[in-house]
Nanobody, 122 residues
């Protein structure tokens, strides 16, 4: 069973940056694609970014492309999301997820963290 714990959320002003981290345990980390999703109040959980097990393939939602960067460290069993040029509409709970195969669909993921709140506001 893969256990995921997110950290790094908080309150930031528009235009600012945050770096989220997801620490994994309980499995062979490099066997899993890692993804970030987010869910704003009253909205469905949406895909943000995904990275393959070896880190050589990355995909982003159009809404974050060019502003967010996903990365992973297979020695440290972590997956990070660097978020720059943040906008109020980026406000949401951010979740990391793991699955043997990468996907942009939340229901494809078997393992989830509990989430970390990101609030972008002046």
């Amino acid at each position: 069973q893969v256990h995921l714990v997110e950290s790094g959320g908080g309150l930031v002003q528009p235009g600012g940056s945050l770096r989220l981290s997801c620490a994994a345990s309980g499995g062979t980390f490099s066997n899993y694609a890692m993804a970030w999703f987010r869910q704003a109040p009253g909205k469905v959980r949406e895909f943000v970014a995904v990275i393959s097990g070896r880190g050589n393939s990355k995909y982003y939602a159009d809404s974050v492309k060019g502003r967010f960067t996903i990365s992973r460290d297979n020695d440290e069993n972590t997956a990070d999301l660097q978020m720059n040029s943040l906008k109020p509409e980026d406000t949401a709970v951010y979740y990391c997820a793991a699955n043997p195969t990468g996907s942009q669909t939340a229901s494809d993921y078997a393992h989830w963290g509990r989430g970390t709140q990101v609030t972008v506001s002046s």
